[in-house]
């Protein structure tokens, strides 16, 4: 028999994440506590990218709406949640945390398009943002800026993923570049949709990557001293994600027809340098 705890680390362990990386340095409680929770996203984002009928996705995602208002009345069901709310008073993890994440998912299934970048940051900050806060929180947070810091670095690296999936999103019928910036590029969403690369398209991914690389900077610059022992996990991430984004401006954004990753080994190697470093 599974026990909730051994269910949040091999979901936490098998989805091969730069995040993992990141836990393995942490304390007990605080490496518990994170798991769970990212293991909580994990399993509301694979309602949205495995599940083929959007309404049966509605579906789950309404059934995680409920689990999450129960179990915060003390009548966790899933394994997940069971995993989760024994750490949510230690490191105040709270309801509005786990439904804005699904309200994020949420916006997956009732939009594939972003007309310009305030919306596509609006669903930056469901997904990643307020991720990005609760985990700062677990990590150890002094300063109120600590917050301001991780909402920018939960951008960064979203805007990131964003970069490196525009293919396998376009798979899916999905395009998160903003359409105005589409239109500034002379890019037509139907290449993007056909792998069609061209110098338009390599401008408009060389200005998304630019916007990353300056929300990454804004990010560390937000950090105050006082937090940044603790936040070495997110600084972590951090690395490893601003690496990825690296490769693939090296690789000239051939992004529409492959995944450019990060081998296991590198992340970890990212990760040991980091907690070195301590930047």
């Not at 594939?112 to 990590?139: K, M, N, Q, T």
């Not at 890019?187 to 408009?204: C, H, M, P, W």
Request: with cysteine; glycine share 6%.
């Amino acid at each position: 028999m599974t026990t909730p705890e051994q269910y949040v680390q091999e979901k936490a362990a098998a989805s091969g994440s730069s995040f993992y990386y990141a836990f393995l340095f942490l304390p007990a409680p605080r490496r518990a506590a994170i798991t769970a929770f990212y293991a909580f996203c994990r399993e509301v984002d694979d309602v949205v990218d495995e599940v083929q009928d959007p309404s049966v996705a509605a579906t789950k995602l309404a059934w995680w709406r409920k689990e999450v208002v129960s179990s915060f009345n003390g009548l966790a069901t899933h394994p997940v949640m069971k995993a989760l709310m024994p750490h949510v008073a230690a490191f105040d993890i709270r309801g509005e945390h786990l439904l804005a994440v699904i309200e994020g998912c949420q916006m997956d299934l009732d939009q594939s398009r972003y007309l310009d970048f305030p919306g596509l940051a609006r669903y930056c900050h469901l997904v990643a943002g307020v991720v990005g806060e609760v985990a700062s929180a677990i990590f150890g947070r002094t300063e109120a800026a600590t917050i301001e810091y991780a909402h920018k670095l939960g951008l960064a690296m979203q805007l990131t993923n964003i970069i490196r999936d525009v293919g396998d999103d376009a798979r899916r019928g999905r395009i998160y570049l903003p359409v105005s910036e589409l239109q500034q590029f002379e890019v037509k969403a139907q290449e993007i949709l056909n792998r069609g690369y061209s110098d338009r398209f390599t401008a408009l991914m060389r200005f998304q990557a630019e916007r990353a690389h300056r929300c990454y900077d804004e990010a560390l610059a937000l950090l105050p001293e006082a937090d940044r022992r603790a936040q070495k996990p997110g600084l972590m991430m951090a690395n490893i994600y601003r690496t990825l984004l690296r490769e693939i401006e090296a690789a000239n954004f051939q992004v529409l027809h492959q995944r450019i990753s990060l081998t296991p080994l590198r992340k970890l190697w990212i990760a040991l340098r980091t907690n070195w470093r301590g930047r």
